[in-house]
């Protein structure tokens, strides 16, 4: 088991380096977005439409708006662009805690922001619409007060939640985590509709032909300060970048660049994005990003994999430590430490199982890095949540196995002149393990599937490449179809073989000669 222990540690560490990057920091331009917001930024296979490689993603290339104009900045500051693929909830503690060195992600500086970080002079001015279903009684709306009990929404994160406030007499909806999930909410009619830019809700209805937006004139349409409505590039407090990016942004054309990029970028989602009918799009959607999902596929099983092991290694030497039976009266050194021992793991145990491993994973990532400048690799950040989630689960599943081993067999090991030691090695915990092996199994598939939460801190996992996908596309619905096959067969697949590995512990021959020990007592 000590062997084992140490080839898996040797794996987690030549496979998952301890930095973002290892590129010379003063010589990169690190930037953060999304990579799922089409036209301003989106995910594609290759750098044939001028996108750019994503440093955390191998194989996929970022594209649009806010790629186009990273790529113009990063040019004007002397320095090699790098495009790290984040969540929008992580892209401001990515960028505190240094991970990143600028966010640009069509991110507009509220009050709110502006409390955390600096934002450069706008690149972008936006005007706002609401998209809805082309045969909603909405949509020839004159005005926002014209959507009286119409379900709008907005997405989460933005000044757009405060826009639903203007329109009069609307139901007002629970803010939604992205476009690609409000898109998929107003093509199935569950909201009336839902607020955009326009150059969003263009891409989005040039990918979904039942959905269009309206438009509003003067003082019909919405109220915003330029806050709001512009889009600047996020950077950290007092960093000198702010300036030298302003004077790059000040040698532009901005309205013109607006027009010319944002057009070319417009063209190039709604050119990809044609189709015939739901299977023509399921077809296309996996013909062109058929590498991604299988990407993801790869570090989704790397994860899981390994995580369990190192979590099964973990439960078991916790719930060993905590089974041991030490006297006060053969030593109270060894008693009272035991006793702190004991104390801390089962704290570890509480505290791992009563959290969401999202929000373990948001502390890991970004605390140790904020607070204790340990930047760890997303990968390596993964292994470690998974890992020592699993474990605090598996203590107790080790915890309950051994307790279910008869108490004979520990007072005949003692009556044979066993340690503890040895009684655990040799008689107990090969019949644990054989007893428990139905719930390793169902461990590993739940952690097949619990690492989607990892899209939290940019773990480039099956369900985060989904995400990318679906915000490229705007094609929710297919795209997440073939992301629900993809986890089915995988958990089929791996919950047969788990039944072949449990068939054969189960084989009476096999048994008698992996538990002799327990045979001779």
């Known amino acids: 088991m000590k062997r084992l222990f140490n080839v898996l540690l040797a794996i987690v560490l030549l496979f998952t380096p301890l930095h973002m990057t290892s590129a010379n920091e003063d010589d990169t331009f ?12 989106f995910s ?3 750098d044939t439409n001028g996108g750019y490689p994503v440093a955390n993603s191998p194989g996929e290339y970022a594209n649009g708006y806010d790629v186009q104009f990273a790529k113009k900045i990063a040019d004007g500051l002397g320095k090699k662009l790098e495009i790290y693929k984040i969540e929008w909830d992580g892209l401001i503690p990515a960028l505190t805690s240094g991970k990143i060195d600028a966010i640009v992600a069509g991110m507009s500086p509220t009050d709110e922001r502006l409390e955390q970080i600096d934002f450069s002079k706008p690149y972008y001015h936006a005007k706002m619409v609401v998209v809805t279903q082309k045969d909603s009684p909405y949509v020839n709306a004159k005005s926002i007060n014209d959507f009286k009990d119409a379900k709008i929404t907005a997405q989460l994160g933005t000044f757009h939640v405060d826009m639903i406030d203007q329109m009069d007499g609307v139901a007002k909806q629970e803010p939604m985590d992205s476009f690609p999930t409000m898109i ?27 959905l269009t937006y309206v438009t509003f004139d003067g003082s019909n349409g919405f109220e915003a300060n330029d806050a709001d409505t512009t889009v600047g590039v996020g950077i950290a407090k007092n960093s000198p970048l702010t300036e030298d990016i302003n004077k790059i942004l000040d040698g532009m054309d ?9 057009g070319q970028m417009t063209e190039i989602t709604a050119s990809e994005e044609e189709s015939e009918g739901f299977v023509e799009e399921v077809k296309s959607i996996w013909s062109t990003y058929s590498s991604l999902f299988l990407r993801g596929v790869v570090n989704t099983l790397f994860i899981a994999i390994l995580s369990t092991l190192l979590g099964f290694l973990l439960g078991l030497v916790v719930a060993v430590i905590r089974r041991m039976d030490v006297k006060k009266t053969d030593n109270k050194f060894s008693y009272y430490f035991h006793k702190l021992i004991n104390w801390i793991l089962g704290a570890y145990v509480e505290i791992f199982r009563g959290t969401p491993m999202m929000v373990q994973s948001v502390i890991i990532f970004y605390g140790l890095k904020q607070y204790f400048d340990i930047d760890l690799s997303t990968m390596f950040a993964a292994i470690l949540i998974v890992s020592i989630n699993t474990g605090a689960y598996l203590s107790e599943v080790v915890r309950g196995g051994i307790n279910s081993i008869d108490k004979g067999q520990f007072e005949a090991c003692k009556a044979i002149g066993l340690s503890e030691a040895q009684t655990m090695t040799s008689v107990i915990l090969p019949q644990t393990i054989r007893t428990i092996l139905p719930s390793l199994g169902n461990e590993f598939v739940i952690n097949i599937k619990d690492t989607s939460v990892l899209n939290v801190i940019s773990v480039t996992e099956l369900f985060f490449m989904s995400k990318s996908v679906a915000g490229s596309t705007y094609q929710y619905f297919p795209t997440y179809l073939i992301t629900a096959v993809i986890y089915f067969v995988l958990t089929f697949t791996i919950t047969r073989i788990l039944l072949l590995l449990e068939r054969k512990f189960s084989d009476k021959d096999f048994i008698m000669e992996s538990s002799t020990g327990a045979r001779n007592v």
Request: proline share 4%; glycine share 8%.
């Open 30 to 41: 690190r930037v953060g977005m999304e990579v799922n917001y089409a036209p301003f930024n």
């Open 44 to 46: 594609e296979v290759n």
């Open 184 to 210: 998929a909410a107003a093509n199935a009619g569950t909201i009336d509709g839902y607020i955009s830019e326009e150059a969003g809700a263009e891409s989005a209805v040039a990918s979904n032909p039942k």
């Open 254 to 262: 901005i309205e013109k660049e607006q027009a010319e990029i944002m």
